[in-house]
């Protein structure tokens, strides 16, 4: 049986991190899975790894939990190892799922066109050319839900732009990761207010679960089964996928994430995706 890892409360070892409170008594109440927890505080702060308990052999583990950047999972795994535990996504893996310009290259023909700045040095005048409206990521996140522009047109002038670029750095602060993504901006389609947005998790070469991740009615179209399936073997054991419906009702690639710090959606049902991760990795 594998295990699950998930962060504890900042006071208390023993107690899940409020944020997985759902998701580790879907376990509890199963025995789909062992689990462990460990403060991602203490880890974070200085890289010590402190578990409520440290198995006795040598155990296959999936972690559930916050992000983190990737040189600190890659310091994670190795850890853990040190403890017994051999989390079964590598670093490498890792990495190349939650930055997204490490995938793009496989997903290329079904996601927004897009440029990559290693550093926050982008070129202006490549990006209105390239670009009527786009919008700014780092490797990992975009900056929504704040009062960010949805998205940028070629319009703009470029003392506006580097006003922009020097806000969009100063919200993601120290989350700031890798570089600049900009990224077409595409016409999705809506429903009433919302889009039409799924989040899918794919777990050792399936779709696994699709769930609606827009808070969209459950009348909407799905994507296309082929897209999904043409997905379901890259190189990681588990990730994750976003699909949006466009207004012309093709669908396209949103965004990647690794599968162990990719949220559930919000109806998504928690004990029948744990059964799923089970059966799957079984
Ligand atoms: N290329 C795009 N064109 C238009 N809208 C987009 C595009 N990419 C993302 N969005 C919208 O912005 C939201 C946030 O973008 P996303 O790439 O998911 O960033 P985050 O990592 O912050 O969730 C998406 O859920 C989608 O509604
Ligand atoms: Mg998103």
């Not at 079964?88 to 496989?106: L, Q, V």
């Amino acid at each position: 049986m594998k295990t699950i890892i998930f962060p504890s409360d900042y006071f208390n070892i023993n107690e899940v991190d409020e944020m997985y409170k759902k998701e580790y008594n879907a376990l509890l109440q199963n025995d789909y899975f062992d689990v462990i927890l460990f403060s991602y505080d203490i880890f974070l702060e200085s890289g010590k790894i402190v578990l409520n308990r440290i198995p006795n052999r040598p155990v296959s583990a999936i972690y559930r939990g916050w992000m983190m950047k990737s040189e600190i999972y890659t310091d994670f795994y190795t850890r853990l190892q040190q403890k017994n535990i051999t989390l079964w996504t590598s670093p490498e893996n890792y990495r190349k799922f939650h930055e997204f310009p490490y995938i793009y290259p496989e997903i290329v023909s079904d996601t927004a066109r897009m440029l990559v700045y290693p550093s926050d040095n982008v070129d202006w005048q490549e990006v209105r050319q390239k670009f009527r409206r786009f919008m700014i990521k780092d490797y990992v996140k975009s900056v929504k839900e704040t009062d960010f522009p949805k998205y940028i047109s070629s319009d703009t002038d470029i003392t506006e732009w580097k006003i922009l670029l020097e806000k969009f750095l100063q919200y993601r602060g120290t989350l700031y990761t890798g570089g600049i993504c900009i990224k077409e901006y595409l016409d999705l389609k809506h429903y009433g207010t919302k889009t039409n947005e799924y989040r899918v998790f794919y777990i050792n070469g399936e779709t696994a679960t699709v769930s609606r991740n827009s808070g969209q009615g459950n009348y909407t179209p799905l994507p296309p089964k082929d897209l999904l399936m043409k997905y379901q073997h890259l190189s990681s054991p588990f990730y994750t996928i976003d699909y949006a419906q466009l207004t012309d009702n093709s669908w396209k690639i949103i965004e990647t994430g690794d599968g162990q710090v990719s949220g559930l959606s919000d109806n998504q049902d928690i004990e029948n995706f744990y059964r799923t991760l089970q059966i799957l990795t079984s």
